[in-house]
């Protein structure tokens, strides 16, 4: 499965972005979904995770209410809405496939497949 992640760009604190991750080479449907994001010199944190079905969302403590992780598996894609964003939002983000157990949605070594990373960048 290749994961191909877009729609970074450069955004005003408090405003709002999308980004999304597409599939090609599998069907995104058997997998379970997060995005991570990593600041240069920093591991990489989990961000939001959605299950395969969609019906149960897991988001950071920093982010909760502000992002809203999604996905359509018709369209083999799962998407990062964030809005009201800070500076400390800035990083490269990362789409990941795989299919962790329950406890383990938070650890990135936990995925099979990774996208390339798009770079969100949240002027103050």
Known sequence: VQLQASGG???????????????????????????????????????????????????????????????????????LQMNSLKSEDSAVYYCAAGRPALSAMRSASMYYYWGQGTLVTVSS
Do not use: H
């Not at 599939?23 to 600041?39: C, E, I, K, V």
């Open 9 to 79: 760009g450069l955004v005003q604190a408090g405003g709002s972005l999308r980004v999304s991750c597409s599939a090609s080479g599998g069907t995104l449907s058997t997998y379970d979904m997060a995005w991570f994001r990593q600041d240069p010199g920093k591991e990489r944190e989990f961000v939001a995770g959605i299950r395969r079905s969609g019906s149960s969302t897991y988001y950071a403590d920093s982010v909760k209410g502000r992002f809203t992780v999604s996905r359509d598996n018709r369209k083999n894609t799962v998407y």
